[in-house]
């Protein structure tokens, strides 16, 4: 048995979970890269978006994990998340052209005043989830046991990657918002209205943000501080990515799953400093990220 074998089969389980939590951070990333490709707008309220997910399921889900709980918890996830999108489309276009410190400052100032409202209205307890009922049980992989849920997970996270891939690359509707990350100013001058587009990515964008937080709420639970800690880790996703690639969001989410879970299993005193260690070296590799472009992000 070869070693590569040998430490595979010692942390095969830990190779899975990095998966499933690279594809929910992809789920999360995706929208946010797209927004800053397309917006220029970094939206540090993206981490409150999936919070807000969170104590959703806290609150909708019922103890036993019913289906109707759970398709209910992810349907106001995703009008909520809607909303919450066009809402920060007409909060920061006023504020475009004064660039991205003030829009950047006003969706920090969002975050922190959502973040209140949802310590206020929910406390400081960390509230669990259950996973849906049928899938909170497990099964054997490499053999050992490994949660159903968290293959669930995976599954979501590639049905996303696969849509994403699809809608951008091989629509006319892709075709749009790729020519509007590359070079907004010819898109206009066809004739096309890019702030219909621009609403539309951002509101799915969000949607997908609580989204993830729902679908997160069974593995992270839900509880202040959740919301810095998604945001820091889908801000290193999507660097590594390169801003405005969803294929670049998807590697970091993967890379970064790995990095976070290994590290954590292998190396907990290291686990803090090797992502943003992962991200350095790529940077000086690549400055604008693995499928970053200098001039714009695609």
């Known amino acids: ?33 797209l927004v800053f490709g397309m917006l220029n707008l970094l939206n540090l309220a993206h981490g409150t978006l999936f919070l807000a997910g969170a104590y959703v399921a806290a609150v909708v889900v019922a103890p036993g994990g019913a289906w109707l709980s759970w398709v209910l918890a992810l349907t106001i996830a995703l009008l909520v998340g809607a909303v919450a999108g066009v809402g920060l489309t007409v909060a920061t276009r006023p504020l475009a052209r004064r660039g991205h410190m003030a829009e950047a400052l006003l969706t920090l100032g969002i975050s922190l005043a959502g973040s209140s409202l949802l310590l206020w ?30 293959l669930v997970l995976i599954g979501f996270g590639l049905l996303v990657a696969v849509l994403a891939e699809v809608i951008l ?55 202040p501080g959740l919301d810095g800690h998604v945001l820091l880790i889908a801000l290193v996703v999507v660097v590594i990515g390169g801003m405005g690639s969803a294929r670049g969001a998807l590697i970091g989410g993967l890379l970064i799953g790995q990095v976070q879970t290994l590290g954590t299993a292998l190396a907990p005193e290291l686990a803090p400093f090797l992502i943003f260690g992962a991200m350095a070296l790529i940077l000086v590799v690549r400055p604008h990220g693995l499928l970053g472009r200098a001039e714009a992000t695609a």
């Open 121 to 150: 209205g929910f406390g400081a307890d960390v509230r669990s989830v259950p996973a849906p009922a049928g899938l909170d049980g497990s099964v054997t992989l490499f053999g050992d046991p490994y949660p159903v849920y968290r």
């Open 169 to 223: 690359e091989r629509t006319m509707m892709g075709a749009t918002v790729r020519a509007i990350v590359a070079d907004p100013d010819i898109v206009r001058t066809l004739g096309i209205d890019t702030r219909k587009i621009l609403y539309g990515v951002l509101a799915v964008g969000s949607a997908l943000a609580v989204v993830a937080g729902v679908l997160g709420g069974p593995v992270l639970g839900a509880g």
């Open 1 to 33: 048995m070869s070693a590569v074998t040998q430490w595979f089969d010692a942390n095969s389980i830990t190779v899975i979970n990095g998966l499933a939590y690279g594809l929910l951070l992809y789920t999360l990333a995706v929208g946010l890269s």
